[in-house]
């Protein structure tokens, strides 16, 4: 059983609607990924920056000859509650007033409170360090906090004894930033956030200021905060224009492979629903030539057989007037049979391999004469033809006999579409191309009726006829002009047509 062809549009449009939206699910997925990612490395690179400067900075006091000191970090749970402490211990030499009991006494800061341990207190202190990061690792395995709080830690006893240095961190996280694919301008803040306890209202003060120079953020800026102490009071603000340009930039590739893969796709859809249009109107096309066949070989065959009947059974055949009638009638009716029997064996031949030209040397002329004679003869109308061959020996090495038939389609078309008198203007030139050489021009002219332009690109289509609406008094199969630019084509010509409604057509050859 056929499906029919609604049903397989709309199954094709909504396989296609499917591979769309499938196709702009997955990229919208890939882009919110590839953000996400993005947002996550610009965050890793302030952290890194952070850690980085510290290090630097921890280089500086090791070569401070003067003080020598040691910052600790501790983490773990305590009543179920996760903690983290720093502090920060700077020995130093303090001479007391009896210089032969002189002794070194070690200083604890711990926030902003300061006191007094013996060495033996620090032991322990070291032992409650291990013990919270054994507890801290048994029961939260998530070793990118517990990095981030020891960084925390680090940090805030690390700034008792040296204060951040922007103009550091800003050199560093432009070179990571750079690294990423990042290499736009942003501002860099070094803020302080405090109040919001008691009586004392949130503030927050701008510390620093670096970034790239001359760069005002817009309304669409983006803020990304890095608080690297413990308590979150203090913090960098990078701000920046949206990475969405970015990000698009690095999937160009993918949406570009996307979209000739979605263009691909569509062509596809097109052409299968063209051909599948195209099938159905050669079916619809065979199966109208095969009405009007059947009643075109019917009709000269009645008339025939009648005609014969009339001889042999009413005694027509005695009077010769009469039987010269009625031969005539047969002879016309079996050349109307034998011309479409020829076109359709034609039709047939011309696609077999061993089909074969028998190209020689023909008299315009003579065949152009030949012709317009018999098509005066066999015309119903008054018939009046024009020829103009230049020169008149002009010839064409062509296939007799599928020459002649070409010519023949072309004055019998004219003859038909002709209302009442048929005018007839036939051309024969030699000219020269630029793409084939010298050839042959033949045209045919008429002033008959003249084909829509919408309708000119189908009229050498097999089977095709142009729609004359009720009105059927012109015979045709749709085989003739398709035969005329197969044929021509097969000796190495072309084929053109010029018509305009009501003034008629001209149909050009070059072979």
């Known amino acids: 059983m056929k499906l029919p062809f609604k049903y397989i549009a709309i199954l094709v449009i909504v396989s296609l609607a499917g591979i769309f939206a499938y196709q702009a699910y997955w990229l919208t997925g890939l882009y919110h990924t590839m953000h996400d990612q993005m947002e996550r490395d610009i965050t890793e690179a302030m952290r890194m920056s952070d850690y980085n400067e510290m290090m630097i900075r921890v280089e500086k006091l090791r070569n401070d000859s003067i003080k020598e000191g040691t910052v600790s970090v501790s983490a773990g749970y305590d009543n179920d509650k996760s903690y983290v402490s720093s502090s920060t211990s700077i020995t130093t030499t ?17 926030g902003d409170t300061i006191s007094e341990y013996e060495p033996a207190d620090l032991q322990q202190s070291a032992m409650r360090v291990h013990e919270g990061m054994d507890v801290i690792l048994g029961k939260q395995n998530n070793m990118q906090k517990l990095t981030n709080y020891f960084q925390r830690g680090l940090h805030s006893g690390l700034d008792v004894v040296l204060n951040p240095d922007l103009a550091i961190y800003d ?16 501002r860099l803040e070094y803020l302080y956030a405090g109040g919001g306890s008691g009586n004392v209202l949130p503030y927050t003060d701008t510390l620093s200021v670096k970034g790239t120079e001359g760069y005002t953020p817009s309304a ?49 859809f097109w052409f299968l ?6 099938q159905k109107t050669l079916e619809e096309m065979k199966s109208d030539f095969t009405n009007n066949i059947t009643h075109e070989l019917k009709t000269p065959i009645a008339v025939a057989y009648a005609a014969n009947d009339a001889l042999l059974n009413f005694n027509q055949a005695e009077e010769k007037t009469q039987r010269d009638k009625y031969l005539r009638i047969c002879q016309e009716q079996l050349q109307r049979l034998s011309r479409l029997v020829e076109q359709i064996l034609s039709m047939s031949m011309e696609r077999r391999r061993t089909f074969r030209l028998h190209p020689e040397e023909l008299s315009l002329q003579e065949i152009v004469e030949r012709l317009v004679e018999q098509h005066k003869l066999k015309a119903g109308k008054p018939v009046h033809t024009s020829t103009d061959i230049e020169p008149q020996d002009l010839t064409v090495l062509a296939d007799r006999t599928h020459f002649s ?12 579409y002709s209302n009442g008198e048929a005018e007839i203007d036939i051309r024969c030139r030699r000219i020269a191309t630029m793409e084939q050489g010298e050839q042959t ?18 009229i050498f289509d097999k089977f095709y006829r142009v729609p004359t609406g009720n009105l059927h008094d012109v015979k045709g199969y749709g085989l003739g002009l398709f035969y005329v630019k197969t044929m021509i084509e097969k000796h190495g010509g072309s084929v053109s047509v010029k018509s305009e409604l009501g003034k008629g057509s001209t149909f050009t050859i070059r072979i």
């Open 171 to 186: 050199s560093l996280l432009t070179s990571l930033l750079r690294e990423q694919g990042l290499d736009m301008p942003y």
């Open 273 to 278: 629903i063209r051909t599948i249009l195209k």
């Open 220 to 268: 669409q800026a983006v803020q990304y905060d890095y608080a690297f102490n413990l308590h979150g009071s203090q913090l960098y603000r990078l701000t920046i224009e949206p990475v969405t340009a970015i990000v698009l930039r690095q999937m160009s590739g993918i949406l570009a492979t996307s979209f000739i893969i979605l263009v691909i796709l569509s062509f596809s």
């Open 405 to 416: 038939n070409i010519l023949s389609n072309l004055l019998d078309n004219a003859i038909k």
């Open 441 to 458: 021009e033949i045209s045919v002219s008429d002033r008959g009726i003249g084909i829509a332009p919408e309708k000119l690109k189908h």
């Open 94 to 110: 303090i001479p007391k007033q009896e210089p032969e009991k002189a002794d070194s006494l070690i200083v604890e800061v711990t």
